[in-house]
């Protein structure tokens, strides 16, 4: 059997060990995937079919090629948010009626699907193991909060142009809807943990609503509430116009590279940190510099093909995981179904009821809120409660970027400080008279005034040995704090040695400064290793 063979029999005995729920969850997906994509294309300020089409192509290719089996991903509204300012801004350059914006989104999500590709090429992906876990919590929380609060959007209608709040029989059918559906996803495991409940949920609800004549807000209504002719469309088209519209000069660079930078940044932190979220709830693990090249490759592929560019979604990807969804089958259904929806299917999957579809995005916020740090926000450190909740807020209140760079900065600052308390010195005197100060602790840019007040080059004897045995050099700073330290124990006129430096530290300060070689003491045995091998015998 030639080699591609065995590669492609195994990858189907993979998949086809969890086929059926595979199948099953992708449905589910990709029903919810319909308002998502739709909802986030009216906030970009596009076409419906821009955000299903991106669903579409994003979605099958990091299903295929992405590092996490299992997770969904296609159009999002952390990236729609940024979307919309860049199409507003080239929709001005043109004339009216030309959508010149929509020509340099495409442009950007190329642009951005590049960057993204070159951080998965340098593999920087490993760097999301650098987010602590207080951040990781602040981030699922926040994006809990913000999935709940764009549901919130479809209990409204639109009244002469403008967005009332649902009062009288509406309000209370789809409160009633909605408090079924979420009550069918949480008891019908029970009963069978074989039924794919979200999928049941969505069916059943909608058949009640079909056949009762119920008047409820359904798909269909919602994409032309907001401005779309439906759901009905065709299969991506390749945009030759993009070449044509957008000029390759400098100006454009200008005008499109900072949306791309900051559309890869927000996408690849959301998709690797939604990364992380699967692979805790599956307790499995997958490839993030993978991950960057799919979404990078979905992306380019996107915007070549008219999409409005994406990354991973947690709602959905929680949706799947909690349905059974493992493999890359699921994703596959997943992309394949919507576009089978949008093909062949737009006129049964307009009647859908909005308030089923509420109900499972409501049952994920539930999922997806870790409720364990009410529980554990008096037993952890205040510092650490501070960063869990700064960054929920501020998941909310900006976005998921700021949010995770601030939680970053905040828990780094800290380590910075606590570190910062624990250099010592342990002082004692040879039997020549000889002063030994013992390092302990890490010497760096927040310790290096602590570590300067332990010593006392004006009282100290004729010869000084520093011993880092229990310290490492870790920074420049740290390096010229022993600079300064040894000028002064020289100008005094004072034999100074360093021991115990790493090999690193010693090449970086004779690099600096040759005539410190002289200072430092190298092959020193550790006297430690003595103690055991005497203990051994």
């Known amino acids: 059997m030639r080699p591609f063979e065995i590669v492609m029999k195994e990858f189907i005995r993979k998949q086809g060990a ?20 739709v909802a986030f294309a009216f906030v970009a300020g596009v076409d419906p079919l821009v955000g299903l089409h991106a669903a579409f192509m994003i979605g099958l290719i990091t299903a295929i090629f992405g590092g996490r089996p299992g997770m969904i991903s296609g159009a999002t509204g952390a ?17 009216d009626g030309e959508q010149l ?6 442009a950007a999500v190329i642009l951005m699907g590049l960057i993204q590709m070159l951080v998965g090429a340098l593999k920087l992906g490993k760097f999301v193991r650098l987010i602590p876990h207080p951040v990781m919590m602040g981030f699922v929380n926040g994006l809990a909060i913000v999935i709940f609060l ?25 409160l009633a809807l909605v408090a079924l559906t979420m009550a069918l996803i949480h008891f019908l495991p029970s009963l069978n943990k074989k039924i794919p409940a979200a999928l049941v949920a969505i069916l059943a609800v909608s058949a009640i609503a079909i056949f009762s004549g119920l008047d409820v807000a359904t798909v269909g209504s919602f994409i032309r509430q907001g401005g779309g002719s439906g759901l009905q469309g065709g299969l991506p088209e390749f945009q030759w116009a993009i070449w044509d519209k957008v000029p390759f000069t400098w100006e454009t660079l200008s005008f499109i590279g900072p949306y791309a930078i900051i559309l890869a940044a927000i996408g690849l932190i959301e998709s690797l940190m939604t990364l992380n979220l699967i692979d805790e709830l599956t307790e499995t693990r997958g490839s993030s510099n993978r991950e960057c ?10 915007g070549l093909f008219g999409g409005m560019g994406g990354c991973a979604m947690i709602g959905q990807s929680i949706i799947n995981i909690k349905g059974g969804g493992r493999t890359r089958l699921s994703g ?11 093909l062949f299917a737009a006129p049964l999957i307009e009647q859908v009821p ?44 900006y976005d998921l970027a700021i949010a995770v760079a601030a939680g970053i900065v905040l828990s780094a600052l800290v380590f910075a400080w606590e570190s910062a308390k624990r250099i010592r010195a342990r002082k004692h005197l040879l039997e020549d008279g000889t002063k030994v100060y013992e390092i302990w602790g890490p010497l760096f840019f927040g310790s290096i005034q602590t570590f300067k007040s332990k010593f006392d080059p004006t009282n100290d004897p004729d010869k000084v040995i520093i011993d880092f045995i229990e310290s490492r050099v870790v920074d420049h700073s740290a390096l010229e704090a022993l600079f300064t330290l040894v000028e002064k124990y020289q100008s005094l006129g004072k034999e100074v040695k360093i021991r115990h430096l790493s090999s690193e530290c010693q090449d ?10 002289a200072v430092i003491e190298e092959n020193v045995d550790d006297p430690r290793y003595h103690v055991m091998a005497q203990l051994m015998q």
């Open 79 to 95: 990236l729609a948010v940024v979307m919309v300012n860049l199409v507003a801004e080239g929709n001005a350059l043109g004339a």
């Open 293 to 302: 090249l799919a979404q990078g490759g979905a992306n380019i592929v996107t």
């Open 354 to 397: 909005i308030a089923a579809l509420v109900g499972v995005m409501f049952m994920v916020v539930i999922g997806t809120f870790a409720w364990s740090s009410f529980r554990i926000m008096n037993k952890i450190p205040l510092s650490d409660a501070v960063v869990l909740v700064a960054v929920s807020a501020l998941t909310v209140i």
């Open 150 to 174: 764009s549901q919130l959007g479809m209990f409204t209608e639109r009244i002469a142009g403008e967005k009332v709040w649902l009062s009288g029989s509406p309000l209370f059918w789809m």
């Open 18 to 37: 969890n086929a059926r729920n595979d199948i099953f969850s992708g449905l589910t997906v990709a029903l919810a995937l319909v308002p998502e994509a």
């Open 101 to 106: 914006g929509l020509y340099y989104l495409f």
């Open 332 to 342: 596959i259904v997943a992309a394949v179904t919507l576009l089978i929806f949008i």
């Open 508 to 517: 970086l300060m004779i690099k600096a400064s040759p005539k410190l070689a």
